[in-house]
């Protein structure tokens, strides 16, 4: 692959900006919008790509799945309701800055972390392509039972404030995402006769309702978003606070990349996707942060770490739709859909009959994230005006659109009736102090989880100690057991520095 093979494929895709523009426009609508998703939108618009040349359809699609993981993480960060289940762990960081004044600096952080991540992992992505390729072949079902259960040690990491009350939401959720057909012998559980849930709590709702609803009703309670200490503050941001967010993201630059790589090979295992990725982000940020008790605070590395993890998603998921011709989420599968509609073949026979193809879908990321940059990020001075309007105003308008949202996906009233109960739940929640985000969690790992150890077990004929079978598995699992250690000898260490600083404050 020499260099201007490459060159002429970067001059190709920015000859597509028409494409890659609208695709970029309306990936920004369904982002914000909570509950809408870019698969959902791509499968409406998919007649609209198939008459398209097979590079405009794909530089359409690539610009629209971009910027939907960019998009969710704005309501994230001004409302608390992610629009994707990625801008989730957003919510942690992102809102508390908002409460205090700093929207426009947590938006320029998303999007810079966003534009800055999601490059970092395409490049990464073209240069190291054959070797990224196989990476998901030595994830079978024992190491990816592990990656959940890594999944499930974030339950303890968000809830640090109170490990108790997290642990109850944590195993709650677990107990939510019971709910459904027994992947085993199909028997269903905890449905109360409902045959919506047959196939287990749709995690659009769950969302809605724990996120989007509960935090509407709490804003019922105050006036405006902003605390009213901070919001005439907050009326005078201007540029200097656009460049002060830039700033902020640049100080955490190696944070952005290393993050935004863990994104890339949770984007390419099978089912693990942006939220996992994430919230394994947010976790590690913290974990080896100096300065952990900052986190949920509003801290800007709370903000960068799943921004940039979210972006380096949307490369990893497209390697083993080309390399190997396997869908890893419903995104790929579309995608699959639209080369093989042109006869392509997909697989390692693509990047040797249509190199410009292969290629290039890569190529038409790394512009579509440039484009993001000089497009998106002086946005965040206007978008954060939001945050004034009066909560009066501001609650209707967001629980029609949710309701909305709701309902899209599978298209039952009964969805609209499951969020409201979770916005119930998230509301009591939130007013005796339980995470929703734990809670969250174990909706979104319990189903996972399940799947993958049963397959593992089946493998193993029923012996558990096949979990230990593997020798990348059993590497996953110390890493498992460090990240519940660790934090727990640094807040030893930090008690042992203050009782001897205190000790030596009697003695002086």
């Known amino acids: ?27 920004l609508a369904v982002g914000i919008l909570p509950g809408f998703s870019a698969q959902n939108t791509l499968i409406i618009l998919m007649p ?20 939907t993981q960019l998009g969710g993480g704005i309501p994230a960060i001004l409302f608390n309701m992610p629009g994707e289940g990625g801008a989730a762990a957003t919510t942690l960081d992102g809102y508390p800055m908002t409460q205090k004044g700093q929207a426009q600096q947590a938006l320029v952080c998303c999007f810079a972390a966003s534009a800055f ?43 640090s404030r109170d490990l108790f009350k997290g642990l109850i939401a944590g195993f709650t959720g677990l107990m939510i995402g019971a709910i459904g057909a027994d992947p085993v012998f199909g028997t ?23 996120f989007a609803i509960s935090e509407a009703l709490e804003m019922l309670e105050q006036e405006t ?41 949770i984007g390419i295992l099978p089912g693990a996707g942006s939220t996992v990725a994430a919230f394994m982000a947010y976790h590690y940020s913290k974990l080896l942060s100096k300065t952990p008790e900052l986190y949920g605070t509003g801290h800007p590395p709370g903000v960068i770490a799943p921004e ?10 497209l390697i083993p739709v080309l390399a190997l011709g396997i869908p890893g989420g419903t995104t790929g599968a579309i995608m699959m859909v639209v080369l093989t509609y042109h006869g392509l073949v997909l697989g390692p026979r693509l990047f040797i009959e249509k190199p410009q193809v292969a290629y290039g879908v890569f190529v038409q990321m790394a512009v579509c994230y440039f484009f993001m940059a000089i497009m998106i990020l002086p946005l965040a001075r206007y978008m954060s005006r939001v945050v004034w309007v009066p909560t009066k105003f501001l609650v209707p308008m967001i629980l029609s659109l949710v309701a909305v949202a709701a309902f899209s996906e599978r298209e039952y009233i009964f969805d609209m009736g499951l969020a409201l109960v979770f916005g119930v739940i998230g509301y009591i929640a939130r007013k005796t102090r339980y995470e929703v985000t734990a809670m969250l969690i174990g ?66």
């Open 1 to 27: 692959m020499s260099d201007g093979f490459i060159f002429g494929l970067f001059v190709q895709s920015f000859g597509l900006w028409w494409a890659i523009v609208p695709g970029m426009l309306i990936g």
């Open 48 to 67: 609209l790509m198939l008459t398209m040349s097979v590079e405009a359809g794909t530089a359409f699609m690539i610009g629209l799945y971009c910027t």
């Open 117 to 159: 991540g999601g490059l970092v992992t395409t490049l990464a992505t073209l240069a190291l392509l054959p070797w990224l390729s196989q990476l998901g072949m030595y994830f079978k079902s024992v190491e990816m039972v592990v990656v959940m259960v890594f999944g499930l040690t974030l339950i303890a990491a968000v809830a």
């Open 188 to 210: 269903a559980r905890a449905t109360f006769g409902f045959l919506e849930l047959y196939d287990g709590v749709p995690l659009i709702p769950a969302l809605i309702g724990l």
């Open 225 to 265: 978003v902003v605390r009213a200490d901070k919001l005439e503050e907050a009326k005078k941001a201007d540029w200097k606070d656009t460049f002060d967010g830039m700033w902020m993201m640049l100080r955490y630059w190696w944070q952005t990349i290393w993050t935004s790589m863990i994104g890339l090979v």
């Open 308 to 317: 940039s993890a979210n972006n380096g998603v949307t490369s990893g998921t």
């Open 443 to 508: 909706v979104l790992m319990g189903p996972l989880l399940e799947t993958y150890l049963l397959r593992a077990l089946r493998i193993g004929q029923g012996d558990w100690t096949v979990l230990f079978s593997s020798t990348l598995g059993n590497v996953l699992w110390v890493m498992v057991a460090l990240s519940l250690i660790l934090p727990w000898i640094r807040s030893r260490q930090k008690e042992g520095v203050l009782a001897q600083s205190q000790q030596a404050g009697y003695e002086s």
